[in-house]
């Protein structure tokens, strides 16, 4: 048997390089150090109870000044987080405002408690979470809103608020997601959103037992949560806490990945999705044409001249984003690459005079 070590590849930060991303931006800062586009103060509105809203805020600014690292022989598995000021690691501050904090009266949620699981619950309680976020990005003041979810919601709907690590069901019937659903809808309403369960910012939360028909994730450490959720609202806001290393040699590339959904009744076609990427991780998200089953395969497809228009709509989006096109194209693909879409994929590539063109699929 023959053993190759790979070393584990560097990221890039704001003044250096490293392998973990909460050391690299505790040492070097973010990779938009110093740049004018770096978020200083990021505004944040929240959603929830009273309670939940009050609950969050209070953890968020103990977050402010640090978490200590979880008790651990191993100190660079479980890190500290040295806090969310403007003097340290990412040089930005969270700028928390009553006037941005709306407030869903329990009954909101009791009255779903009849619905149980259904989709019909699930759609409402989306409603109840929109009409504030809605309310909230009119106000033009928000970088990012949390979602701070009830206990009372994660009871009715613990799997469908995305809190399961089990298998999805067997049966034919769609599971409406709590989660997906509202991350959707909220996108026309133009402010980044994140939701946050209770055990983020209280580990002692739990499930009753008896509403534990799903097995629930394991709770990270407070220090863990503290970084991913303070990442997290950054990116949302417009910085970039890191990058790839790219050589001054490699060419400018774009990666452009193509995935499929149906709707829930499956009466409508299977539709296409596109997000398009730079090599820093810099993207945007657009939607193309209608696909189709394969006869063979049963796998979604796109027809030759839908893989073409397609390609065509996303490096549109590239140049409009970045001023160029890309000296090569990475095309990722969640089924595998019929005759016809690599067709429409190369007759592209070829009218912008793109001479690289790679594929992957990533058919499970």
């Known amino acids: 048997m023959k053993i190759d070590f790979i070393d584990e590849p560097e990221l890039e930060f704001g003044a250096g390089r490293h392998i973990d991303i909460r050391f690299g931006l505790m040492n070097y800062g973010p990779l938009d150090l110093g740049e004018s586009s770096t978020p200083k103060n990021i505004s944040v509105g929240i959603v929830?109870?009273?309670?939940?809203?009050?609950?969050?805020?209070?953890?968020?600014?103990?977050?402010?000044?640090?978490?200590?690292?979880k008790s651990s022989n191993q100190p660079n598995l479980f890190v500290k987080f040295p806090g969310f000021r403007e003097d340290n690691v990412l040089n930005t501050t969270i700028v928390l405002n009553q006037q941005l904090q709306r407030a869903v009266a329990n009954r909101e949620f009791d009255r779903l408690a009849g619905l149980g699981g259904s989709p019909l619950a699930v759609q409402r309680a989306v409603e109840v979470f929109l009409d504030e976020i809605k309310g909230l990005s009119e106000k033009r003041l928000a970088n990012v809103i949390l979602c701070a979810i009830p206990m009372s919601l994660l009871r009715q709907q613990g799997e469908a608020v995305g809190v399961s690590d089990a298998e999805a069901p067997t049966n034919e019937q769609p599971v409406l997601d709590f989660h997906h659903l509202l991350k959707a809808k909220a996108m026309e309403h133009g402010v980044p959103i994140q939701l946050i369960l209770p055990m983020t910012w209280d580990e002692t939360k739990r499930l009753p037992q008896k509403a534990r028909n799903v097995r629930?994730?394991?709770?990270?450490?407070?220090?863990?949560?503290?970084?991913?959720?303070h990442v997290a609202m950054y990116y949302k806001s417009g910085g970039i806490p890191w990058g790839l290393p790219r050589a001054a040699t490699a060419l400018t590339s774009c990666h452009v990945g193509?995935?499929?959904?149906?709707?829930?009744?499956?009466?409508?076609?299977?539709?296409?999705?596109?997000?398009v990427f730079n090599e820093r991780g810099e993207g945007t998200i657009v939607r193309g044409g209608p696909a189709k089953l394969g006869k063979d395969d049963r796998q979604p497809h796109l027809s030759e001249i839908g893989a073409h228009d397609i390609f065509l709509l996303a490096l549109k989006a590239y140049r409009r984003e970045h001023?160029?096109?890309?000296a090569r194209i990475v095309i990722h693909k969640s089924s595998s690459f019929s005759n016809d879409e690599l067709s429409g994929f190369q007759s592209a590539a070829e009218s912008l005079g793109i001479e690289l063109l790679a594929r992957i699929s990533h058919k499970l």
């Open 48 to 69: 929830g109870t009273s309670e939940t809203i009050d609950e969050l805020a209070t953890w968020l600014e103990k977050c402010r000044n640090g978490i200590a690292a």
């Open 258 to 275: 193509v995935s499929f959904y149906e709707s829930l009744d499956k009466a409508r076609l299977l539709t296409s999705v596109v997000q």
């Open 216 to 229: 629930l994730r394991s709770s990270q450490d407070e220090a863990t949560r503290a970084w991913n959720l």
């Open 323 to 326: 001023r160029t096109l890309p």
